[in-house]
């Protein structure tokens, strides 16, 4: 008590107290957090990488780092996400009329930050990070339209998911859930800290998210290449533009909610308390306004994926493009319609549940447009099964059964009977983790060989996936059955010991998921090992389609020595079919570049230390990170920052090496593509 009264007015409500001394489980995953953070940056400081890491990457403003940097950090948040999820579930199966291994207090905070992490810091920054690196490439551009504003979306992403790392050693985290639901996050039900830490957290992350939707509208619109009009873009562009609108347009509302529930905590104001003069309700339709369309946002780069999945690995091209077209667009549009969905027991007319519920049913008809479209994209093509098509299958599967359930809770009287049951939690796992999660999994397994030039090694990838979609399918299917039963969601003992087998079988699943996860971090690590005989320096390991396959594996930092024409969809198959596709210009042009950047790590660093002053209430810190960033905004806006231009003997010489590769390289087969002698000249497709 001394140290903390002593420290207590420059440290605001910051003390010893904060460290979760009162748990076993929650100091051991401090501890782990803290000296995997020493280690990490003990390896960078004994490699003397730390110059390295700032110059080529951490102020770079090159797309495809953007973008790799945006993958690393989802893959770091997943991994905690992931065994979050498996505690919960083990302590779900040991507290049956007993009270487990953790508090229900820790319980609470475990099941706020699993949803928090897989929506915020997981789902957005892996599909953000896979739109970053291939979107220019596939339209033909050199990077995006504002290359500066997308490193400082992604310092603002990384700073939300630093506070949430943060409050793992520093607790306690909201027990609010990852939508942070008033009045329970007021004051009054949560005096703690813990909401603050996901207020400001959640809105560093939507202030980035909506920088990034304006950057890559902007680049869709301005950026595409000669020739690639709308209707010729890839289907992943596609999805990646009503993705962009969705964020321009969704993540406003949650900055808003989470700024006035801000505003209610620190200044006393009232709009979401009832008895205030403020509604609750304010905040529900806020929340769902962004909520709905988010699962949209995180779902809908992943059918772009899948559809560039579904025709490479068909070898044809896409069935009814222009239907998947309407059908995106009409996915977009309807997903600001149905967020009343979300509340149909809080009180509203039958009248306008039957409009919401009908609302929701009708997202059904264009989701199917898509299912059959990709079925038709492989009936009689020459299908093979790589690991990323593999994801994709499982996706078709799971997705539908998921989109079953969907209908069922679009019924407001079914809504009413398994409402806050697990039924509800199966479902949307049904929907986020193979709508999500596969695709983000098979777009990282499916671009891995051009982000980095060598292919990832297949038999632990198949094992990964193995794992991932039996423990699936184990640790969710039981809740259905569970949530039938009555057993309520976020429960953290169990008084039912009929339930304990299926809650077995759950926590069985988690264990394959988490299996899954090693797997994956093996995969990468055998694949670095071995990467020599798996390199594909041509970039074309899987006979593709579309134009980021038609430059080196790893692109060169200006993607392409000359801007192409598109005169065809599936612009690189066209020229591969014309024989036009490894032809060099008759000369190459001086390319300019912009600079590497400070500002964005700058932003972050200034952002997350007012974030963190707010929580804890230091307010000297919270006034500094502020005013700095206002005051860095406005030096960097008097910086002069000249374009690095590569001059065109530099951009032969690069060009020249990959030439030499594709002279060198063997056209590889279907049957040979998982061989070494594929150097990324697939020329297998009919």
């Known amino acids: 008590m001394g140290i903390e009264a002593s420290v207590s007015p420059w440290l605001g409500k910051l003390s010893l107290s904060a460290l979760p001394t009162d748990s076993v489980v929650a100091m051991g995953a401090a501890l782990i957090a803290v000296l995997g953070a020493l280690g990490m940056a003990g390896y960078i400081t004994w490699k003397g990488k730390w110059r390295y890491l700032w110059r080529e990457w951490f102020t770079s403003v090159d797309h495809k780092r953007i973008g790799i940097m945006y993958v690393v950090l989802a893959l770091v948040m997943l991994a905690r996400a992931v065994i979050e999820a ?20 820790h319980f609470g905070q475990l099941f706020s930050t699993h949803g928090s992490i897989m929506i915020f810091f997981m789902a957005m920054p892996f599909l953000t990070g896979i739109i970053n690196y291939v979107m220019p490439l596939q339209i033909g551009a050199r990077d995006v339209s504002f290359p500066t504003l997308n490193s400082i979306s992604l310092a603002l992403t990384a700073a939300g998911a630093a506070l949430v790392m943060i409050s793992l050693i520093l607790a306690p985290f909201s027990t609010g859930g990852w939508s942070g639901y008033a009045p329970f996050t007021e004051l009054s039900f949560s005096p703690g800290v813990g909401v603050d830490y996901w207020i400001w957290a959640v809105t560093l992350g939507s202030i980035g998210s909506t920088l990034t939707g304006i950057n890559f509208a902007v680049t869709l619109y301005k950026q595409r290449a000669p020739g690639m009009d709308l209707m010729r873009m890839p289907l992943f562009c596609w999805t990646a533009l009503c993705t962009s609108i969705l964020m321009i347009f969704a993540m406003p509302a949650l900055t808003v909610a989470t700024a006035l529930l801000a505003l209610d905590r620190y200044l006393g104001m009232h709009f979401f308390t009832n008895d205030g003069g403020g509604n609750m309700m304010l905040y529900a339709n806020l929340f769902w306004l962004f909520g709905h369309p988010e699962v949209y946002i995180v779902v809908l780069p992943s059918f772009g994926v899948f559809s560039e999945l579904f025709s490479t690995f068909s070898a044809k091209q896409l069935y009814g493009y222009t239907s998947l077209v309407i059908a995106t667009l009409t996915i977009a549009v309807l997903s600001f319609t149905v967020w009343l969905h979300h509340f149909f027991t809080m009180g509203q007319s039958a009248h306008i549940n ?9 997202i059904g008809i264009p989701t199917g447009v898509k299912i059959y479209d990709w079925i038709f994209t492989m009936f009689r093509g020459q299908v ?16 539908v059964i998921g989109g079953l359930t969907g209908i069922l809770l679009a019924i407001p009287p079914v809504d009413f009977l398994v409402h806050n049951t697990t039924f509800l939690v199966a479902h949307f796992h049904n929907m986020l983790i193979p709508g999500t999660l596969f695709g983000m999994i098979a ?24 794992c991932w979609v039996v423990g699936f399918y184990l640790a969710f ?3 259905y059955v569970l949530g039938l039963e009555g057993m309520p ?6 008084f039912d010991p009929s339930l304990r087998p299926w809650l077995l079988v759950a926590a069985g699943g988690a264990v394959l998921i988490t299996l899954g996860l090693a797997a994956l971090v093996l995969q990468l690590a055998v694949s670095i090992r071995h990467r020599d005989r798996n390199r594909v320096p041509v970039g074309d390991p899987w006979d593709g389609r579309s134009l980021e396959w038609a430059c080196s594996a790893p692109p060169p930092e200006y993607n392409f020595a000359r801007i192409p024409q598109v005169d065809a969809r599936d612009a690189f198959w066209a020229m591969k ?9 008759p000369r190459y042009d001086a390319i300019a570049l912009p600079q590497s950047s400070a500002i964005g790590p700058v932003l972050g660093g200034l952002a997350l230390a007012a974030a963190f002053g707010l929580v804890w209430h230091i307010w000297w810190m919270a006034g500094l990170g502020v005013l700095g960033s206002i005051g860095a905004v406005i030096v960097w806006t008097f910086v ?10 530099q951009v032969a010489r690069t060009e020249a090496r990959w030439y030499a590769a594709i002279a060198e390289a063997t056209p590889a087969s279907r049957d040979a593509e998982h061989a070494t002698s594929n150097r990324g000249l697939a020329q297998g497709g009919a």
């Open 86 to 105: 498996l505690v919960m579930r083990l302590q779900q199966a040991d507290a049956v009329n007993q009270s487990g291994f953790i508090s229900a207090e």
């Open 489 to 494: 969601r976020r429960s953290a003992q169990v």
């Open 577 to 585: 079919q014309s024989g036009t596709a490894y032809m060099p210009p």
């Open 384 to 399: 093979r099964f790589p690991t990323p098509l593999l994801w994709g299958l499982a996706f078709l599967v799971t997705f």
């Open 354 to 362: 039957a409009v919401f519920g009908i609302a929701t049913m009708l």
């Open 640 to 649: 002069p920052r000249p374009e690095r231009t590569l001059s065109a003997e």
């Open 477 to 479: 299917m039981p809740l």
């Open 443 to 466: 777009a990282y397994q499916f671009w891995f060989p051009k982000a980095f030039g060598f292919r990832l090694e297949e038999r632990w990838g198949k094992l990964a996936f193995g």
